[in-house]
């Protein structure tokens, strides 16, 4: 399944009220995340930190490399930063790919994600959890051309 795929399907389980749970393997540890999509209004924006697949969304942009710092400012901010959350307990993390990416790239992308973030965990020593929301870009296609207007009449 490519990402778009993998994301209607949990999108479909969520109006359905059917949880989904992605498995996937790092190393010898099999993990489990229940993600959900878009659109049914269970997180407020300032809450949502979004990843693409080579940077952060958030302030004026982020390489992916800056993950572990922007994960640790985004889960202690505690209503210091407007941007970000009021609390850990409300934060959650937003992956967008493109639609074509595969589940083999997804993989690889969560493993990333979990491990920084456990690192995060360890270091804060807090009880903070990672939520993940799917969403791929909208690729919707452009409108259509104007008429052409010839000598003030429309020809179509």
């Known amino acids: 399944m490519n990402f778009k795929e993998i994301t209607n399907w949990i999108g479909k389980n969520q109006d359905n009220e059917i949880t989904s749970i992605i498995e996937f393997k790092d190393d010898q540890i099999v993990k489990k995340i229940i993600p959900f999509v878009r659109g049914n209004g269970l997180f407020k924006e300032r809450n949502i930190l ?3 697949s080579d940077s952060i969304l958030i302030d004026d942009g982020y390489p992916i490399s800056e993950l572990k710092r922007i ?59 990672l939520k993940f929301i799917f969403d791929y870009y909208r690729q919707i296609p452009l409108p259509p051309p104007p008429p052409k207007i010839i000598d003030s009449k429309t020809v179509e």
Do not use: C, M, W
């Not at 889960?75 to 993390?93: H, I, L, T, W």
């Open 71 to 129: 994960l640790k400012r985004h889960y202690s901010n505690n209503g210091k930063d407007f941007r970000y959350p009021d609390s850990s307990e409300r934060a959650g993390v937003e992956i967008t790919l493109d639609t074509n990416q595969t589940a083999n790239e997804l993989k690889h992308f969560l493993i990333n994600l979990t491990r920084t973030f456990d690192e995060v965990k360890n270091e804060e020593k807090n009880t903070i959890q």
């Open 50 to 52: 979004r990843l693409k």
